[in-house]
């Protein structure tokens, strides 16, 4: 039935008696909204979806406006392979996923989740849906090469076959079955994977936005960007700033649609779904902000203007407009000030979006005759909220940027300030910690006169937050956090000259080859070699990689990091060569990236446990060193980082 009768349907499901109810989840959405609340629909038994994921939303909806004896059923199925999995859920299910999983394996049918390099993904990985059984279509009438394409022998030779179905499913360790959505509408976006069903329903879940759809547009070769198309529920409704807002809230940066599109309604195909080639073309035009366009009022805001609507794509663009709102992120801060410093030849820090965020305040800064711009070192990241603040201690201006996904993350009631160890050469260097820690207490003291102190250091400023928690101690402090994230103890072995690793590496492996019989000795150092040679070819084939990402915005986030872990490590290895050993006599906090600098060397203490009178605290975050508070591990940070932030607060309100 097209959208035009949905209205009507309501009452002749009652008329007719209808037991149950099967739709795409598009149209069944569409058919709810038509609903008054007055309607009877006790005949009705089951409400089964399929074709597209099915979202906890759903799972509401179905809650509130059919009777306590309906059940709710989320299938997968096709032509090509009939039903392969069900789930049934009742008023009682609880959804702990935002995602509504389609159930368990049926006899006779296995399901496999192959990558992109056809290979089988594991537990909580994401590959496309293969179905292995011997009940499936025999192929596609007259068209050979997709038979050929979609339906694949069995690999052992057995009389099953697999089946290709296109769609993005993952699986839970307990078997259960979570699809995704179509292998074609998963996009890149600055070089991460990325669902636009989950971008859709975080959309949807903001009050005012009764439908919505998201796209990936490509402006230029290699810069794909998403678009989200949307219908309000009501009036006035919500505007671009609000959806970004809430958005960033819940979604990494890179997810976060870089243009809004209201429309009146969705344009639906034949069956129900979303015609996405009915979309409308955006149009690059500034969004609907929370403030007027304010016009430039000298040559200098002319100017930056130009530049702002060239660096994001947006005309016109107003002098009050905020940055970040505007659909700006870190890869075009950077890209932005690179053509400010070509322009007017002054190199400003990353940080100075924090400052100045707009036109109008950008241009009061250049317009400063100071070459160089003495600001302290404490950085409002996210100021608001009413919890005690977090301060985070990092070790680059340039990459602070970073620590605002993380902010966000943390929710807009969780004040945090970054403490940053230099700002391009143009803040106070020192050479000790002791000196950086005693710098940074007064600063956050400005802000904050008294404890408990909720402290964090990223990197090298693991160290530094370490010896802040010393000294506020000393001064009849309370410290109620000491968090380090990704950073290593002072003296762990990493951190220790090349020669004295190289050496333990050594006495290692003679261990080992001391050990040994004649014959496996030779065996042993045969392995070692091979090895030593794939890695040497490994790095080659990295160091190519990396250069030729630099030329690709895609990649662009991967490449800088990679580019500043040399320097970052140098950070490390000097502040950690000069600091006196003091064990600390309350708990340590660690957040430990799953994979280290050299996987044969990391734990996840990464040192800590002897700095550490009170004991320590791991919590593993999915990554790589200096890469975890980026997309997509921040996410996992930030919870973890959020509840121990929450634990601490409350038993300091217990206390007090």
């Known amino acids: 039935m097209r959208k035009e009768g949905l209205p009507r349907l309501a009452g002749w499901v009652i008329q007719e008696g209808i037991t149950i109810y099967h739709s795409f989840p598009t149209l069944f959405r569409h058919f709810v909204h038509t609903l008054s609340g007055n309607e009877d629909f006790h005949k009705l038994r089951v409400i089964c979806l399929e074709g597209e994921p099915v979202y906890k939303r759903d799972t509401e909806l179905y809650k509130k406006w059919f009777s306590p004896g309906c059940i709710f059923v989320n299938r997968l199925g096709g032509t090509e392979a009939r039903s392969i999995r069900w789930y049934f859920l009742d008023r009682g299910t609880r959804m702990t996923d935002g995602t509504v999983p389609v159930g368990y394996a049926f006899d006779d049918t296995e399901i496999l989740l192959v990558g992109d390099d056809g290979n089988p993904v594991g537990n909580n990985g994401i590959g496309e849906i293969a179905i292995k059984s011997r009940y499936l279509s025999p192929g596609y009438w007259r068209r050979p090469d997709l038979t050929k394409a979609k339906f694949l022998p069995d690999p052992d030779g057995g009389e099953e076959r697999i089946y290709l179905t296109g769609d993005l499913g993952r699986m839970a360790p307990d078997g259960c079955l979570f699809h995704l959505g179509r292998k074609d509408f998963q996009v890149k976006i600055r070089g991460y994977r990325v669902e636009v069903g989950e971008v859709e329903m975080a959309l949807v879940d903001i009050q005012g936005v009764k439908e919505a759809v998201v796209v990936a547009r490509e402006n230029r070769p290699g810069d794909q960007r998403l678009v989200a198309y949307f219908v309000a529920s009501g009036k006035p409704a919500p505007t671009v700033s609000t959806l970004r807002r809430v958005l960033a809230e819940k979604l990494p940066d890179y997810m976060v649609p870089s243009a809004f599109v209201m429309l009146d309604a969705l344009p639906l195909t034949g069956t129900g779904k979303v015609n996405l080639t009915k979309l409308p073309e955006y149009s690059q035009t500034r969004p609907e902000l929370e403030n007027s366009l304010a016009a430039p009022r000298d040559s200098l805001e002319l100017e930056l203007t130009k530049l702002w609507e060239q660096v994001l794509e947006i005309n016109p663009i107003g002098i009050t407009d ?9 890869l075009l801060a950077v890209r932005l000030f690179a053509e400010i410093e070509r322009i007017f030849a002054r190199k400003l820090p990353l940080v100075t979006l924090f400052r100045a965020p707009t036109i109008e305040q950008l241009a009061k800064i250049l317009r400063s005759k100071e070459k160089t711009l003495s600001w302290p070192s404490l950085v409002a990241i996210q100021p608001n909220g009413n919890k005690p603040p977090f301060f985070c201690v990092y070790a680059h201006d340039r990459n602070t940027l970073q620590f605002r996904d993380l902010a966000q993350r943390l929710g807009p009631d969780q004040p945090f300030y970054g403490l940053i160890l230099e700002l391009d050469g143009n803040s106070v260097r020192h050479n000790r910690v002791e000196d950086f820690a005693s710098h940074y207490i007064q600063q956050i003291r400005t802000l904050q006169s008294e404890g408990p102190y909720f402290l964090g250091g990223y990197c090298a400023g693991g160290k530094i937050a370490l010896e802040m928690a010393h000294q506020l101690r000393g001064q009849n402090d309370k410290v109620a956090v000491l968090a380090v994230i990704d950073a290593y103890a002072p003296g762990y072995l990493k951190l220790r000259p090349w020669v004295e690793r190289s050496t333990n590496r050594i006495r290692h492996h003679l261990d080992n080859f001391r050990g040994l ?27 190519v990689n990396k250069v030729s990402r630099t030329i690709c915005l895609s990649e662009a986030p991967a490449f800088l990091e990679v580019q500043h872990k040399e320097e970052i490590q140098a950070e490390e290895g000097r502040l950690s060569s000069k600091y006196p050993r003091k064990v600390y006599p309350g708990k340590i906090t660690v957040f430990a990236p799953s994979e280290g600098l050299d996987s044969y060397y990391h734990d996840l203490h990464m040192g800590w446990e002897s700095w550490a009178a009170g004991g320590v605290e791991i919590h593993e975050v999915p990554g790589k060193f200096t890469s975890i508070i980026v997309d997509p591990s921040v996410q996992v940070i930030a919870q973890q980082l959020k509840g121990c932030l929450n634990r601490a607060a409350n038993g300091v309100r217990e206390i007090g």
């Open 322 to 330: 905020n940055f970040f709102d505007l659909g700006g992120h870190s």
């Open 517 to 543: 019989g004649v014959k496996d000795k030779l065996g042993y150092l045969v392995e070692k070699g091979e090895i030593i040679l794939a890695r040497t070819k490994r790095r080659s084939k990295e160091i």
